[in-house]
């Protein structure tokens, strides 16, 4: 293990005069963690490691006591860092913390962590690989229950395990392709032998597919739904009645909603990002028609679209000629929203009423959401975890082109560099092949204390 510098940061939120919190948890990571409770109790009779234990935290240099807590401490290695830890569980007060704080300071031998530092360690010192890392960010950003559960399988090792199956199984085809490289004139068939060309393939092909799933990105980022149909029909009005605020502009006027509004939603668990848009209607005015455009590109690019049309008007008519012209309409996903009915009864098969003045039928259009939302996500489903990030699906895609070209090499020397360069790829996601500018990246998205 590289010896490295004793770090130590508040874990909890910082304590304001506004939001006092009733406990703060100071943590520790580095070889002299155990150092700082003694200078912090004034006693070299600490706790048995791992057994908490309440005791009076002093000043160490006056010997005043600042405030009585919990402490606990963990031996090297086992630690959540891998290094001796240490962790002060004080009362959540300004001034406690930043008594604390300094006294740490002033002990002389301890830097206050940077954003990441103690989740980096782990990293370094193995006791997590990177997408289990970027898991714990996930966690703590998870605002729904369904990105809590994705983020909680990843940081399980989900993910490092599907990626590092296929590594072992890429490094076994390379073995074979190196095994006659070097031995050109053993019995080893003749260029790639078919065996290993189907063992190339069939990775290729699992990448693919992993490549196609966007249920995990779609989690992390939100799944969109785009809210269109003509003017006046209620379209913002249900903008503001699903997010409870007056997001968007209700007018009377038709034509008045002309950008597109975004707003953040949970519904059932699932994260959505609403979007409500301009009236589809032919109109003259150049703004409005940009709008027109944007409201079409919008429920284009959408996970699931709301037709909206309204009771008190020829709303049949209304969703035949919209559903007849969208480029994307999906029965069993996409729900029409039949507004206004306080104004006018409507029935039918398939529709959804709902008085976006009154609030009724919302929990049915709720209900159906909810639904959506789960049919769409579980579309596509195997039992492997989806992707869930950007940089992920980088590496995966420079590892699936160059398994293309390694499965078409026509020489075995080249197959071989190609399928070594996939399985650099690879390697990258989980860092068993590390860049240091990669890592830099990816840990300095946490908060301070993780
Ligand atoms: N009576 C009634 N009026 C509504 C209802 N929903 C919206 N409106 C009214 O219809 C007009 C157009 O609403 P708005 O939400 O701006 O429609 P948009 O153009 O589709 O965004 C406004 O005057 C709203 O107050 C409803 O359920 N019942
Ligand atoms: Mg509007």
Known sequence: MKEAGTIYALATPAPSRSAPGAISVVRLSGSRAAEVLIGLTGSVFLPAPRRMSVREVIDPMSGEAIDRGLIVWFEAPHSATGE????????????VVNAVLAAIQRLGFCRLAEPGQFTRRAFENGKLDLTEAEAIADLVAAETDQQRRQALKQ????????????????????AHLEAAIDFPDEDLPEGIGDEVKRDIAGLQAAIAEHLADRRGERLREGLTIAIVGPPNAGK???????????AAIVSEIAGTTRDVIEVHLDIGGWPVV????????????????????????????????????DASADWRAARQELIAVSERWDE?????????????????????????????????LLARLEAALATLMARGAGSAPPLTRARHREALMEAEASLVRA??????????????LAMRALGRITGTVRIDELLDVIFRDFCIGK
Do not use: C, F
């Open 84 to 95: 001796t830890m240490a962790e002060l569980q004080l009362h959540g007060g300004r001034a």
């Open 155 to 174: 940081m399980d090792g989900a993910l490092s395990r599907l990626y590092e199956d296929w590594r072992r199984q890429g490094l076994r085809a390379l």
């Open 236 to 246: 913002s009005s249900l903008l503001n009645l699903l997010s409870r605020r007056d």
């Open 274 to 309: 609403l979007a409500d848009t301009a009236g589809l209607r032919e109109t003259a005015d150049a703004v409005e028609q940009e709008g027109v455009r944007r409201a079409w590109a919008r429920a284009a690019e959408a996970d699931l679209r709301l037709l909206v049309v």
């Open 332 to 364: 069993t996903l996409d729900i029409v929203v039949v507004n206004k009915i306080d104004l006018a009864s409507a029935e039918g098969a398939d529709i959804v009423t709902l008085s976006a003045r009154s609030g009724a039928g919302l929990p049915v």
């Open 407 to 420: 499965g078409t090499a026509t020489e075995v020397a080249l197959a071989a560099e190609d399928l070594r």
